[in-house]
T-cell receptor
Framework: GENVEQHPSTLSVQEGDSAVIKCTYS??????FPWYKQELGKRPQLIIDIRSNVGEKKDQRIAVTLNKTAKHFSLHITETQPEDSAVYFCAASRVTNNDMRFGAGTRLTVKP | NAGVTQTPKFQVLKTGQSMTLQCAQD?????MSWYRQDPGMGLRLIHY???????DQGEVPNGYNVSRSTTEDFPLRLLSAAPSQTSVYFC????????????FGQGTRLTVV
């Protein structure tokens, strides 16, 4: 089955700096790559996703890039704010398989 | 619109006891799933269902049973609780398959002593 690895496990940045979280996946047939944000004690919520027919997607301060050849994708957060502090999860799945696999998560701390 | 509702929020079980975690969604989603979340291990898929009457195993199915008699409900049963099943459990639903946005319930924190 699919295996998703996520790095780093913890990330601390100063407010206003950028943050980058990287994930690699093993199944070359995977074509859907979402990112979820989980605030402390809350449920995970989708913040952005990308499909394999595009290489980059942006939504305000958040962007995701995908390199299908290398089988990795990344989350970029610019101009970080304290409210960006949370655990972020990447995931991967494919159309023909309903088994979505998540990375282990990255705890992002934004220091004011 | 309640979304995905899980009950209970907290539960303590003794080893060997059985229980059912309830999950209901009101978005008419075809796909529902159960995950467990453990520190440093992310979210691991236990079971999923692509529609009423259809269920399948995920990554860590042992010790759990599911059924999907209606589109709305997807209960998770622990047959004989073990300390290794201490975890936070999330139910999720999505419009179609596992390759569309998942909407999560608020989670159930289960402790097995």
């Amino acid at each position: 089955g699919e295996n998703v690895e996520q790095h780093p496990s913890t990330l601390s940045v100063q407010e206003g700096d950028s943050a980058v979280i990287k994930c690699t996946y093993s199944d070359s047939a995977s074509n859907y790559f979402p990112w979820y944000k989980q605030e402390l004690g809350k449920r995970p919520q989708l913040i952005i996703d990308i499909r394999s027919n595009v290489g980059e997607k942006k939504d305000q301060r958040i962007a995701v890039t995908l390199n299908k050849t290398a089988k990795h994708f990344s989350l970029h957060i610019t101009e970080t704010q304290p409210e960006d502090s949370a655990v972020y999860f990447c995931a991967a799945s494919r159309v023909t398989n309903n088994d979505m696999r998540f990375g282990a998560g990255t705890r992002l701390t934004v220091k004011p | 619109n309640a979304g995905v509702t899980q009950t209970p929020k907290f539960q303590v079980l003794k080893t060997g006891q059985s229980m059912t975690l309830q999950c209901a969604q009101d978005m008419n989603h075809e796909y529902m799933s159960w995950y467990r979340q453990d520190p440093g291990m992310g979210l691991r898929l236990i079971h999923y269902s692509v529609g009423a009457g259809i269920t399948d195993q995920g990554e860590v199915p042992n010790g759990y049973n599911v059924s999907r008699s209606t589109t709305e409900d997807f209960p998770l049963r622990l047959l004989s609780a073990a300390p290794s099943q201490t975890s936070v459990y999330f139910c999720a639903s999505s419009r179609t398959g596992g390759n569309t946005e998942a909407f999560f319930g608020q989670g159930t924190r289960l402790t097995v002593v």
